[in-house]
């Protein structure tokens, strides 16, 4: 992950909670009272954000001391223990909620993709996130997809070139669509790998037909037309499923034969993962 991102988020979430205190504590708190706390585990799966909330606690306050048992891509289970953090009793509760917060949603993140990734297992199909993030979360909401062993796929419009039904539709065709991408890069002097969605097979071919494409994009394809469209894909470039693709579907695809399958759930509709911070 790109710390400058990291350094950034954390920044404006405490600004965001803090604001000008943390008034609740510092009303009943002696000021140099000093405490510690465990981060319990309360649920099953793939702990993550662990680094990140060591970030935060210490951007609260450099000198709260952290002693780490688990590490971010850990299995873990009810019970368990992340760490104990030591030090000012208004520190640790300032930077508690955000730290839970981030550790939550991430771990949840984590978890959903691990599991999807035992559902393809023995296939070649890697498992891919999507744009569809949290606005001002992607950085660690892909952080998580990666801990759970899924693939980060573009971080946002600036990395990679991915022409889509609007885009073609605008554009006035596939040919059109693609002939124009391949001069603006030219002339921009951009180095942008090209994804291109196909809505059925006769879109496939006119895709291969332009050439110069390093993945098509197979969308809302049901598996016979899946398992067509790879066959004639070949070797040519690479191939991604995409649309819709749950639990009860992803392993069916993914025995299509596709290069990648990208799914938009692991990271707009995940379940937090149950933490806590108690003093012990």
């Known amino acids: 992950m790109i710390e400058k991102d990291l350094k950034n988020f954390i920044n404006n979430a405490l600004k965001e909670d803090v604001g000008d205190g943390d008034h ?17 585990v309360k649920d099953d799966g793939v702990i ?7 970030m935060i606690l210490k951007e609260v306050d450099s000198s709260l001391e952290i002693e780490q048992f688990l590490q971010d891509g850990d299995k873990v289970k009810f019970g368990d223990i992340a760490f104990i953090v030591k030090g000012n009793s208004i520190s640790i509760l300032t930077g508690e909620r955000l730290a839970l917060n981030c550790m939550q949603h991430m771990s949840a993140i984590a978890t959903k993709t691990a599991y999807l ?14 744009r569809k993030t949290t606005p001002l979360n992607r950085t660690i909401e892909k952080w998580a997809v990666k801990i759970g062993g899924g693939v980060n796929h573009r971080f ?45 097979i006769t879109e496939v071919n006119e895709i291969l037909a ?3 494409i390093k ?24 191939s991604e499923s995409s649309g819709g693709i749950t639990e009860k579907s992803i392993a069916e695809y993914a025995k299509c034969g596709v290069d990648f399958i990208s799914v938009g759930a692991l990271t707009h509709s995940v379940l937090n993962f149950d933490l806590s911070l108690k003093a012990f």
């Not at 000021?31 to 465990?38: D, G, L, V, Y």
């Not at 993550?48 to 060591?54: H, N, Q, Y």
Request: net charge neutral; proline share 1%.
């Open 24 to 40: 609740t504590s510092l009303a009943s708190i002696p000021a140099n009272a000093t405490s510690k706390a465990h981060l319990l």
């Open 48 to 54: 993550a954000g662990i680094e990140l909330a060591k």
């Open 117 to 130: 990734n035992t559902l393809i297992e023995g296939t070649d199909c890697k498992l891919l996130d999507t």
């Open 156 to 200: 946002g419009l600036y990395d990679m070139i991915m022409i889509k039904d609007n885009h073609i539709d605008f554009a006035g065709g596939i040919s059109n669509a693609i002939q124009k991408t391949k001069t603006y890069l030219a002339d921009k002097n951009k180095n942008l790998d090209i994804i291109v969605e196909a809505r059925g």
């Open 210 to 212: 332009e050439g110069g």
């Open 215 to 238: 993945r098509i994009l197979l969308d809302n394809f049901d598996y016979k037309t899946t398992k067509e469209a790879v066959a004639i894909i070949g070797n040519k470039c690479q």
